[in-house]
């Protein structure tokens, strides 16, 4: 079983959806979670980085880690085609060991 | 703002080569990284470092080096390049922790060819 566990999609959604990406993990002594953007050819981008459980709030973005089930969620709000991209997740227990999901393809569709 | 950078965005290299690949971060960011990304595979933590001087292996060490001799500077070595060498290279920093803060933070990326 993979540490970090994310489906690869693709997703399409419509300009203006709701999106719902989101990962499980199975080691609970992990307590750092952080999503990231890769545009195709780019580097990772961080988006929100959540310490423990609870939700975090940036512009039309939200990320939900529920420590209880192991499940990181990120939300896009009235989702644009400049937000077609890969999502990765990543998490670590604070060590230098980071480990990322393997990202889900997004596409939104104007 | 953190800005990871990378000496280049493309490089063609032919086998047998040894091909430097820098690395530069100015948030004074203590931990450096090395990963190489490929289609399905996702990241791969080659080397990282704590510290100037200081590495430690990651998951696919073979075939790389690393040197770091200043703080803000991350450089990986590929001693002589092979074609399974070919991939994507992200350079990534993070402050060194303590409190809650472990962000990771990626360069534009390296994407490496070996003909």
């Known amino acids: 079983q993979k540490e970090v566990e994310q489906d690869p999609g693709p997703l399409s959604v419509p300009e203006g959806a709701i999106v719902s ?13 952080m999503w990231y953007r890769q545009y195709s050819r780019k580097g990772p981008e961080l988006l929100m980085y959540t310490y423990s459980s609870g939700n975090k709030e940036d512009g039309r ?36 060991k980071y480990i990322f999901g393997t990202g889900t393809r997004l596409k939104v569709l104007a | 703002d953190v800005k990871v950078t990378q000496s280049s965005r493309y490089l063609v290299k032919r086998t047998g080569e040894k091909v430097f690949l820098e690395c530069v971060q100015d948030m004074d960011h203590e931990n450096m990284f090395w990963y190489r990304q490929d289609p399905g595979l996702g990241l791969r933590l080659i080397y990282f470092s704590y510290d100037v001087k200081m590495k430690e292996k990651g998951d696919i060490p073979e075939g790389y080096s690393v040197s770091r001799e200043k703080k803000e500077r991350f450089s990986l070595i590929l001693e002589s390049a092979s074609t399974n060498q070919t991939s994507m290279y992200l350079c990534a920093s993070s402050p060194h922790g303590g409190g809650s803060s472990y962000e990771q933070y990626f360069g534009p990326g390296t994407r490496l060819t070996v003909t």
């Not at chain 1, 990406?21 to 979670?33: D, E, G, H, P």
């Not at chain 1, 990120?74 to 997740?89: G, N, V």
């Open chain 1, 21 to 33: 990406l989101n990962c499980t993990y199975s080691n609970s002594a992990f307590q750092y979670f």
């Open chain 1, 61 to 96: 973005f939200t990320a939900q880690v529920d420590k209880s089930s192991k499940y990181i969620s990120l939300f896009i709000r009235d989702s644009q085609p400049s937000d077609s991209a890969t999502y990765l997740c990543a998490t670590t227990s604070g060590t230098y």
